[in-house]
């Protein structure tokens, strides 16, 4: 079992995800099959009630686990690592207690005093472990190497115990098991580049007992090389040991700038990876993985551009829909298009803020009048849903393609009832518990009483309907009758009005396994109007977009008819976006 370790000094939010991610890319070139474990220090079980105005996105895996969104940079890019992450892969504070209080509580400790060391920082490693030998791909085979990423910045007081695990587990595997990157930033002041900030947070881990074997240190531009041999020189580390990690055009790109600069080269000695036997087979498949991540990942010059538009109620935070950007971006490679988004806060859309702030409601419909294509994303509460209801039926009455994706699938039904069937006050459960027609309900399994983990988590199918051939989005999953995405939501489209959306001409493309709960709805005579219930964003990779949001894309950029010829259908009956998938 071999540990990379990534923490951080300084500042938190500065690129650990993605050099974790990165490394474990570049380890996978090599053949090597990879797992990651991210550790978030906070008390919460898992991310599923976080604000994401204050933390990002809830990053949903396929077992349901509401993880934090660095588990997305892990998975989600799957030509990252080619992995499938389970809810173990996202250790807290509060797990790691519960845990334990639970084992304490079983008798488990037979009457000893249980205390932070050895009790809470044995769990801690135990859940490590436990994570680094999970075969995580088909080959059944344990990992030969796990990324750890530590959130937060050493030093911070709720990291301590796990700080102090992972310096007892650096020990118990020994050096050349255990490789410790710490991400740093450099920041630029008058010009100048300090280092002060970086050797003190070096200092601080080396007191804690995390060495490091290799310090990224970020900055916004090149470092230059004197800067570097001073790092080197007041960290006691080698100067191959210090690497600039400056800001890339995509971050996509990072890991051919990690490349560049050794990073991979340090990987293999100090983990004394030539003493591992890897098959020709898996090191053919790993360069073939590198050639094409190179050759997808260098945008090319002058691309014609594509205006989207999303429609949300947590613009003002881009981490909240961070899933739903690298989805899009994914879908405009594949495309060949260069991506201009812009995000529109819903509540500036709505009609009482023609009268509060006319400034922000004529930029709001600007950008609306100027789309190629309209997303409306998942969220929770009322607020924000009439502005968003408003893009929805601009988007269907002028044939603007459009995406709805969760809430979003809700909102069109509510538009579509009110202004084409004549409900009036159609209206989800969720707004107003007392309406007369609530067209979108409160799922009946759903519990009200208690709110962490009792979602519709994880995968789920969705059975295409007979009769569905013409749909858009079938096409785009290769004709498949079956298909897989994951969900997060408590309600849903009420049953009692399907038949009456069918009719009026909004089509229920596709429900769940049991044949009662709606899964996607389209228009027939629309360029691209499409709604899921689930979120087919999380399941997006850089080499395999989604089928969803590419068809989206595509439709917003004129050539739906040439990329729906390119799809085809999975043996596996999943979702099928070709062979990049395969990596």
């Known amino acids: 079992m071999r540990i990379v370790l ?3 000094g300084v500042i ?4 650990k995800g993605i050099i974790a991610s990165s490394a474990g890319l570049l380890l996978k070139t090599m053949g090597l099959r990879v797992t990651a474990l991210k550790i978030d220090p906070y008390l919460n079980t898992d991310a599923g009630l976080l604000n994401p105005l204050e933390h990002g996105e809830c990053f949903v895996l396929a077992d349901g686990g509401e993880t934090d969104l660095d588990l997305g940079n892990y998975e989600r890019h799957r030509s990252y690592l080619g992995i499938r992450l389970s809810r173990e892969s996202n250790m807290t504070t509060g797990k790691i207690y519960a845990h334990v209080i639970e084992k304490e509580r079983r008798g488990d400790y037979l009457g000893k005093t249980v205390q932070v060391v050895p009790h809470i920082t044995n769990a801690i490693q135990e859940g490590i472990e436990r994570v680094a030998n999970t075969p995580v791909d088909d080959s059944g085979e344990a990992p030969d190497v796990c990324i750890v990423e530590l959130g937060g910045t050493v030093g911070d007081l709720e990291s301590g115990p796990f700080t102090e695990a992972l310096v007892q587990l650096r020990h118990k595997l020994g050096r050349n098991n255990f490789f410790n990157i710490s991400v740093s930033y450099v920041p630029i002041i008058n010009s100048e580049e300090k280092t002060k900030p970086t050797q003190h947070a070096i200092r601080q881990m080396r007191s804690a007992g995390l060495i490091p074997d290799m310090i990224a240190c970020r900055c916004e531009r090149s470092l230059d090389d004197a800067t570097i041999r001073k790092i080197a020189n007041s960290c006691q580390v080698e100067y191959e040991q210090v690497i600039g990690v400056r800001d890339m055009e995509t971050i996509y790109q990072v890991p051919l ?10 990987l293999q000695k100090g983990l004394s990876l030539d003493q591992l036997t890897v098959p020709l087979s898996m090191v053919q498949k790993g360069q073939a993985l590198w050639d094409t991540w190179k050759k997808t990942v260098t945008p090319e010059r002058h691309l014609p551009r594509v205006n989207i538009v999303l429609v949300g109620k947590y613009v003002s935070f881009d981490d909240a829909y961070l899933s739903v950007h690298k989805a899009l971006e994914h879908s405009t490679m594949r495309c060949g298009r260069k991506l201009n988004l812009v995000s529109v806060d819903s509540e500036h859309l709505e009609k009482d803020m023609q009268q509060k702030d006319p400034t922000k409601f004529h930029n709001a419909w600007k950008a609306i009048c ?3 294509g309209i997303i409306v994303p998942g969220g929770f509460g009322s607020r924000g849903v009439d502005g968003m209801i408003e893009a929805t039926k601009y988007a269907r009455e002028r044939k603007i393609p459009f995406l709805g994706i969760c809430l979003g699938l809700q909102v069109a039904v509510m538009e579509f009832a009110r202004h084409v069937m004549g409900i009036k006050d159609a209206i989800s459960e969720e707004m107003d518990p007392e309406a007369d027609n609530k067209v979108v309900i409160f799922m009946p ?4 009483e208690k709110m962490g983990g009792t979602m519709r988590l994880g995968t789920r199918t969705s059975h295409f309907r007979p009769g569905t051939e013409w749909s858009k989005l079938r096409a785009m999953y290769g004709g498949a009758e079956v298909v897989e995405e994951r969900h997060r939501h408590r309600y849903e489209v009420n049953p ?3 038949e009456k959306l069918d009719a009026a001409g909004l089509s229920l493309t596709s429900l769940d396994d049991k044949g009662e709960r709606v899964e996607t709805i389209e228009i027939k005579d629309h360029p691209f109007f499409v709604g899921l219930q689930a ?3 999380l399941t997006s990779k850089v080499l395999s977009p989604s089928p969803a949001l590419l068809g989206f894309v595509a439709a917003s950029s004129g050539v739906f008819d040439t990329v729906a010829k390119t799809m085809t259908q999975k043996q596996d009956g999943a979702n099928g976006t070709g062979d990049a998938s395969l990596f």
Not at 257 to 266: F, I, V
Request: hydrophobic share 30%; glycine share 16%; no cysteine.
């Open 6 to 8: 990534v923490n951080g």
């Open 496 to 498: 009692e009005y399907i």
């Open 12 to 15: 938190s939010g500065v690129g």
């Open 535 to 537: 979120h087919p964003e």
């Open 257 to 266: 700038l990690l490349q560049e600069q050794g990073l991979l080269q340090l």
């Open 445 to 448: 399994e759903g519990s009200k």
């Open 370 to 372: 100027e789309a190629e």
